[in-house]
């Protein structure tokens, strides 16, 4: 139903469709592409956002090391190791113990120096024996060193041990635990348990101010690796879960926000929001600019089109309007007015071929009229040319009748072998005949030709029996004969003698007619093929004889001529094909 209907419709309409349809496709695929510049945007701003959170990670991660490393220079100070020492073996509240108490006292209030935020910094000894120095005057009660961090850092056998814990199931705290061991003799006996409490929030919002004086603000959550949350800008990314690396658009009334997932390498994880709002509204007037322009290209190009294919088509139905008229009447424009004359394109090819073409078929027309009546002609001649061959054989019978009872036996054969010649030329459609078939027709030329020069010539026949049977063109051996008695007999005064002889050579047969006349060129066939030599005879020449050798049996097989004063040898070669077999080329 489809398409019938589009079979029906006119070619502008088509044309008009096919544009319009691939119209629809460019924009489908403008529409399908449009997003690949913003999603490139948005991986750019992602990659640029993943740099500003790598440098800030790494600086939290930094500070964080810079503790640790104070940390082992606290666990291996000298004068601390002496005096934790001397109150490990000393007996309590003795003068030297208490000395040595206060220097461990004085040491812990210059390691607080160190730090540039924290909560505090404490000693505990295994005796219970507490150090504790409170940053900022803020006490915070439960940062005494409870048991199970003491536990923790001794499992851990002197290695840094960091440990989260919630306050007030909001705040988190970051401890920095490890056990201070004794140096003097290896003993590596437990003196004290270091613990430093840090204030994260202050440690992040630190680097979060150095950022915005750069020009790169950040709004961010900061997770532990067990997914705590230990810091959020806002409630707004404090509902944002981590997740995997990556990036994706968060849109809501009101905002457009870019998130950014990023986990650094001690395992924490990232979770920014990058305002997307003024990014948002800038591309949607790109967007909308773009889409007003190619409406406006869209309709220019269905504009131009039209008028375009308008120009183009109405050549086209001028020559349907050709077609019709010549349908109706046969009119031709006559090109010498056709304004299509000197056109290049095709539109003037097809309209200069069209007039040509009917021109030539008036033409036609109007030879087959003339061959119509030419072939009428004809047919009354072929019909009284039928009477001939017919009318010259009772000619024939009726001189050989009256011979014999005239007694004249010479006219007799003469007129009973040109009779069979006669026919055999008339009658034998056939184009292969067998040896002894061909040779019966040579005989009958002989017999005429031996009355006519009686003793002047003499023919011998030497033919293998074998090759009777085998397969020749009809009118292969006479004519050669024939020129034998030209070239030999009509040029001799002495006897001529002509020797027909047929054999076998492995698979073929050779007939050969031999002469001892004065001889004659060996290159006639060349020069019978360049028309310097005219065939005689009854009309079949050399040339002839080989050339339907070679198209029944091949290029290999042929005539050969060779002579010499005394003796002209004319063979031709053919395939040995018997009677009812086919030979190399397929004829039978």
Known sequence: MIQHIWRNIKVRTKFLFILTLAMLLVLSGVLATFRM?????????????TQVITLFAGQIQSELDDVQEISMRILSDNVLQKNLGLLKRLPINTTAWVEAKNEVADRMANFSLWFSSGFSLQLKTPAGTTFSRFFRNAYVPDSDMLPERIQDAANHEGRAVWRLESRDGEMTHLFLLREIREMEGLTLDTLATLQIELDLKTIIENRLHALNALGTPLTCAVYSEDGICLYAGNERVRQITPGEDGYERIRQPGEDL??????????????????YSGISATIDRVALRTWVIDGIIVAVALLLSMLLADSLLKHLRRLVDKFDAFAVNGHVEDLGTSPYRDRGDEMGRLHRHFDRMARDYHLMMKRN????????EKQMQQLRAQVRPHFLNNVLESIYCLAQQEGNG?????????????????????DIVTVEQDLETAKAYIRIQEIRYMERMQVRFDVEEEIKVCLVPAMTIQPLVENAVHHAVEEMTDICRILIEGRQEGGEILLTIEDNGPGMDEDILNKLERGEVKAEGMGIGMRNIDQRIKHTFGEKYGLQVSSEPGKTRVTARLPKTLDGAKGESGHV
């Open 37 to 49: 510049p913003y999603k490139a945007y948005d991986r750019q701003l992602y990659q640029s956002s």
């Open 258 to 275: 870019l998130c950014v997932r990023y986990t650094a390498s001690n395992g924490w994880r990232y979770v920014t929001l990058i305002d």
């Open 369 to 376: 009229f003339e061959q119509q009546q030419l072939l009428q």
């Open 410 to 430: 010479r006219i007799a054969v003469m007129t009973e072998s040109l009779g069979k010649m006669l026919r055999s030329s008339m009658n034998d459609k056939r």
